[in-house]
């Protein structure tokens, strides 16, 4: 990820309004049972609901024809530690109308880059399909919301989202991949002011000390490093509802061992599908709290889940299906430290499904009434997970019909 080079008063200006209140960590235990409460409500209402699919972020707005028309309901429907990012709510609506002309420096009118800079808040969509083929990383100003819903929407083929000293981002809907590295140029992320950048590490979303972000229902692929990189303080993040296909160091949490202000992070991992082509880090943790609640992961190379620097882990109701390869059926792997030091770090699996002789080294104390408060979802997991998960990735939406 790159460092931008911005005067000091610019720095503050920035950091000031955004996490002058990035102390206050949420419960942990607290989001996780409100997570819980979220899904199994969804699944009462099942018989009430005739598109309805357990999902609970899916049942808050994909039932509604007109979703169109009310496509700010969306930022009312995240769950866990993301769950108050608003996006560009209350925001007018932009619309991206040229997917060419981008200049990093000076963005056209009606262009994404454009949008994104802006000041206020924001709700971005797309006039009809395109593919945005980016010179330099797309550096997102707070309280935007890149919807892509209604039009086939790609990032791809160049620098890709940065969400750099940012809050309150919801990016959904759109397809990201293929993304390339970039920087030594300038790029302007605000009305106000452009500056350099050093070189990008080519990831899909990079999220560098930002908080209140949401990414759901996009499809990553194919990136030059990560394709979901969380690090710097970065917290309150919710990454649902994905599909991530065809790619090596899928996503990272925490910027190194030594950094211990990502002790911090808090993120919620919930109902994406991790397919075909992965080969790692799916996440890969340090220091935070992370819950991965009803994910599919249906291919690993060498594992699904991992960290170093002591992590919570807090695994539920996942289904895991081990590659045929004897020696990578772990689901886990405990990084850079013995085994005297990572048998303390709290790994935890409730309710999850091996398959294919998958398996699941937890690690830590034993589980605590708080863990088992958000006990696991379903005696059926396999068959809940797939239901759940079935439509992650960009959905096909047309306007006057349920997404």
């Known amino acids: 990820m790159s460092t931008l080079s911005i005067s000091l008063l610019r720095f503050f200006s920035l950091l000031i309004p955004y996490f002058v209140c990035s102390s206050s960590i949420q419960d942990p235990e607290s989001v996780v049972h409100e997570v819980q409460m979220s899904i199994n409500a969804s699944r009462r209402n099942l018989a009430y609901l005739s598109c ?19 496509r700010q309901r969306l930022a009312d429907c995240a769950i866990g530690f993301g769950k108050d990012a608003i996006g560009g709510k209350n925001g007018r609506t932009y619309v991206v109308t040229d997917s060419g002309n981008d200049d990093p420096v000076n963005p056209k009118p009606g262009t994404l880059r454009h949008a994104v800079i802006q000041d206020e808040p924001l709700w971005i969509i797309f006039q009809r399909d395109m593919i945005i083929k980016l010179r330099q990383e797309l550096v997102m100003n707070s309280f935007k919301t890149i919807d892509g819903r209604g039009a086939s929407v790609h990032i ?52 560098f000390t930002s ?91 060498m594992y699904a889940i991992g960290g170093s620097a002591s992590p919570t882990i807090n ?15 772990e689901v886990t792997k405990h990084e850079d430290a013995p085994e005297s030091e990572w048998k303390n770090w709290n ?39 797939g239901e759940i998960t079935m439509t992650a990735g960009a959905l096909t939406c047309r306007k006057g019909s349920r997404c």
């Not at 309805?52 to 009310?70: F, H, K, L, M, V």
């Not at 919801?170 to 950048?197: E, K, L, V």
């Not at 599908?273 to 609640?293: A, I, S, T």
């Not at 605590?368 to 696991?376: F, G, V």
């Open 315 to 329: 695994s539920q109701g996942n289904r895991f299906l081990a590659p045929n390869e004897q020696f990578r059926k």
């Open 347 to 385: 790994w935890r699996s409730e309710g999850d499904l091996m398959l294919n002789g998958a398996y699941f080294r937890q690690s830590g104390a034993a589980a605590s009434a708080s863990y088992a408060r958000a006990s696991s979802l379903s005696a059926r997991p396999s068959a809940f997970v």
């Open 156 to 207: 791809a083929d160049g620098p890709c989202i940065t969400i750099h000293y940012a809050t309150n981002i919801i990016i959904h809907g759109i397809n990201i991949h293929d993304c390339t590295q970039a920087g030594n140029a300038n790029i302007r992320d605000s009305p106000q002011h452009y500056g350099w950048w050093t070189p990008s590490d080519g990831d899909g979303i990079s999220i």
């Open 211 to 301: 908080k209140n972000i949401w990414v759901d229902h996009c499809s990553l692929s194919n990136c030059h490093d990560g394709l979901i990189d969380a690090i710097h303080g970065s917290t309150s993040i919710t990454i649902s509802n994905n599909y991530f296909t065809h790619h090596d160091k899928v996503m990272l949490l925490g910027h190194s061992d030594s950094y211990t202000q990502d002790k911090s992070m808090q993120v919620t991992i919930a109902f994406n599908h991790f397919g075909e082509g992965l080969v790692q880090r799916m996440p890969r943790c340090r220091h935070g709290y992370f819950h991965v609640v009803n994910n599919d992961y249906t291919h690993w190379e």
């Open 52 to 70: 309805g699919t357990g999902n609970p972020i899916d049942d808050c707005w994909r039932c509604d024809p007109n979703w169109e028309s009310n």
